[in-house]
C-alpha cells in the first residue's frame, strides 16, 4: 500500500468534509454575491431600483427592539442550538470518514482473507503471461488454481515447465459434481501457491466446479484467462467482506483492456480502442456498470456477477451445488441461486458490488464476434430466468422478486422484442400515412441526446474516478460515436438478441468461437 495515496485521499476527504459542513455558509456567500451583482445592475439600468441593506437591516433591529426579553432568549437559544448541531454534525463526518478510511487501511494492509484465485480455458503460450500478472497481485494471502479443461494445445505442459511445477499424487474431494481430474501439479517455487488440474472436458461451469474442489481457502474467486486483474483489485474486492461477514458474494468492475497496455497489473498506457465496434462498448459497459448494478447493490439486489471476476464464499457456493453445466449463463445463475437458497433457508446474507475492484478483459472487434457473444448472454439470461421462476412476484424475495427480477425480465430478456417491435409499428405507420414524421423525428432526437447524455456521463465520470485521462481526440470521439452506438448497434443487438432463439434446441448449451485480441502484457 503505497503511502502517498493515504495522505492523497486524507486530503481529499478533508475537503469534502470541508465542502459539506460548510454548505449552508457557502450558499449564502454565493446568494449574497448575487444579491449585490443584481442590485448593483438594477441600479444602473434602473436608479430607484438598488436594495438599501443598511434601511432593511434598521428594520430589522427596530422590530427586535420591539420583541419582549423571553421572546429575545428564545431566538438567541435557537441560533445557538442550530449552531451547535451544525459543528457537531460537522465533527461526526470529520471522526466517521476518517476512523472509517483508517480502519479499512489497517484492515486491508495487515489482515487480508486468503482465498483462492481460479482461472479456466485453454491458454497455450499466452498463459504464461496472465499468470505473472496473477503473482504481481499486491495481496498477501491467496493461491492459484488453474484448470485446463482438456485443451487440445500443450497449456499444460508449458505452464508446468515455465513455473516449475511438480507432478504430485493429490486427490481431490468432489464436493461438487464435475469430470475427473488426470493429473495434478503444483509448486511452492514462486510467491504464492500454483496448482495446475488437468480434466477431462466438461465446458466452462464444470472446470470452475473443480476448481471450487480443489480450493483450500473459504473464499474463492473466479475470472476467465482472458482477464487480467489490476494489481489492487484482491484488497479492493475483498473489503465488503471484511466490512460485514454476511456477504456471500461480491462483483468487480469489468473494463476494456483492448489497446490498453499493462505492467504487472498497473495501467502502463491507456487510450481507448482503436477498433471502432471495441470503442462503442467502452461507452455501453461503463453505462452497464455505473446505473443498473450499483442501483441493485443499494438494496441487496444485485442478479449478475460478471464470469469475468467474482469472490464467492465457497461452503454457500458448495451448499447451492455450485456451477450448473448445463445452462449458458452459469454466473448469472449462480448468484440467482443464492437469493434463492438464503432467502428460503432463513439466511442472514448480502451480495455486493465493488466498484474500485478492477478486471481488464477483451471485448470481440467483429460484428460477428460480437453478435455470437450476446446471443450466447440472451439465451443464458432466458434459461436462468425460466428455471428460477419461483421468485417471479414472490413477497419472500422482497425487492429482489419485485425490482431485480422484473428489470432483468423485462428490460434485458423482453426489451429487444418490445424495440424491435416498436420499429416495425411505426415504419408500418409511416407506410400508412397514419404517424407524424416531424414529431416521430423530434421524439428520436430527444431519445437520442437523453441517452447520450447519460452514456457520456457514465464514461467520463468512470474516467475521472480512475484517475485515467484520455486524449483530446478520444474525447471527440466518444461524443461522436455515444449517438451511433444507441442508435444504431443498439437496435442491431435487439435484433441479434430477438433472433437467438431459432434454433434453441440445437444449440442451447453450444458456446461457440470468439476470436479475441491478446491483452498486452509486460
Known amino acids: 500500500f503505497d503511502t502517498w495515496i493515504f495522505f492523497k485521499w486524507i486530503f481529499k476527504t478533508f475537503c469534502a468534509v470541508l465542502i459539506v459542513t460548510n454548505t449552508w455558509n457557502i450558499v449564502m456567500a454565493v446568494f449574497d454575491v448575487a444579491q449585490n451583482v443584481v442590485s448593483q445592475s438594477a441600479g444602473v439600468i434602473i436608479s430607484d431600483a438598488g436594495i438599501d441593506i443598511s434601511g432593511v437591516v434598521g428594520d430589522l433591529e427596530t422590530q427586535l427592539a420591539d420583541w419582549s426579553v423571553g421572546a429575545l432568549l428564545g431566538l438567541w437559544f435557537q441560533s445557538v442550538f442550530v449552531g451547535l448541531c451544525t459543528q457537531i454534525l460537522s465533527i461526526c463526518i470529520f471522526l466517521v470518514i476518517y476512523g472509517r478510511m483508517i480502519e479499512v487501511y489497517l484492515v486491508t494492509s495487515i489482515g487480508p482473507i486468503p482465498f483462492a484465485t481460479m482461472v479456466n480455458r485453454e491458454w497455450g503460450n499466452t498463459g504464461q503471461n496472465y499468470l505473472r500478472s496473477l503473482l504481481a497481485l499486491d495481496y498477501k494471502l491467496y493461491e492459484i488454481i488453474v484448470v485446463d479443461d482438456g485443451s487440445k494445445d500443450r497449456t499444460s505442459e508449458v505452464l508446468a515447465e515455465t513455473f516449475d511445477m511438480h507432478l504430485v499424487h493429490r486427490p481431490i474431494r468432489r464436493q461438487i459434481n464435475c469430470q475427473r481430474e488426470e493429473y495434478v501439479y503444483e509448486t511452492r517455487a514462486q510467491k504464492v501457491p500454483v496448482t495446475l488440474i488437468r480434466k477431462k472436458n466438461g465446458g466452462k461451469a464444470d472446470a470452475l466446479n473443480m476448481g471450487i474442489n480443489a480450493a483450500n481457502f473459504p473464499y474463492f474467486i473466479c475470472m476467465d484467462a482472458d482477464s ?41 498506457h491507456y487510450r481507448l480502442p482503436r477498433n471502432i465496434l471495441a470503442f462503442m462498448q467502452v461507452l455501453e459497459y461503463d453505462r452497464s456498470f455505473l446505473a443498473s448494478r450499483i442501483l441493485f447493490d443499494r438494496f441487496n439486489g444485485s442478479l449478475i456477477i460478471s464470469g469475468a471476476f467474482g469472490l464467492f ?74 428455471k428460477h421462476r419461483v421468485m417471479f412476484s414472490n413477497h419472500r424475495f422482497g425487492a429482489v422478486s419485485f425490482v431485480s427480477y422484473l428489470y432483468f425480465l423485462i428490460y434485458e430478456l423482453l426489451s429487444p422484442f418490445i424495440e424491435v417491435f416498436g420499429v416495425f409499428t411505426m415504419v408500418l405507420a409511416w407506410w400508412c400515412d397514419l404517424i407524424n414524421v416531424p414529431f416521430m423525428l423530434l421524439f428520436f432526437l430527444i431519445y437520442a441526446v437523453f441517452g447520450s447524455v447519460l452514456t457520456l456521463t457514465a464514461f467520463f465520470s468512470r474516467i475521472y474516478t480512475a484517475d485515467l485521462s484520455v486524449s483530446f481526440r478520444d474525447g471527440v470521439k466518444a461524443v461522436c460515436l455515444c449517438l451511433f452506438e444507441l442508435v444504431f448497434l443498439r437496435f442491431i443487438l435487439a435484433w441479434v438478441r430477438c433472433t437467438a432463439f431459432i434454433g434453441y434446441r440445437k444449440k442451447k448449451l453450444s458456446w461457440g468461437r470468439i476470436e479475441r485480441r491478446k491483452i498486452d502484457l509486460k
Open 228 to 268: 487480467v486483474l489490476q494489481y489492487d483489485s484482491l484488497r479492493r474486492i475483498a473489503q465488503p467482506v471484511l466490512e460485514d461477514g454476511k456477504v456471500v458474494a461480491v462483483g468487480g468492475i469489468v473494463r476494456i483492456s483492448n489497446d490498453v497496455e499493462l505492467e504487472n497489473g498497473r495501467v502502463k
Open 313 to 386: 464464499k465457497k461452503d454457500t457456493v458448495i451448499a447451492v451445488g455450485g456451477y450448473d453445466n448445463k445452462t449458458m449463463g452459469a454466473d448469472l445463475d449462480l448468484v440467482v441461486k443464492l437469493h434463492e437458497y438464503c432467502t428460503i433457508n432463513g439466511i442472514d446474507y448480502a451480495i455486493r458490488y465493488a466498484t474500485d475492484a478492477i478486471c481488464w478483459t477483451q471485448v470481440p472487434e467483429r460484428l460477428r464476434d460480437l453478435c455470437k457473444q450476446r446471443k450466447r448472454w440472451h439465451l443464458g439470461l432466458f434459461q436462468s430466468m425460466y
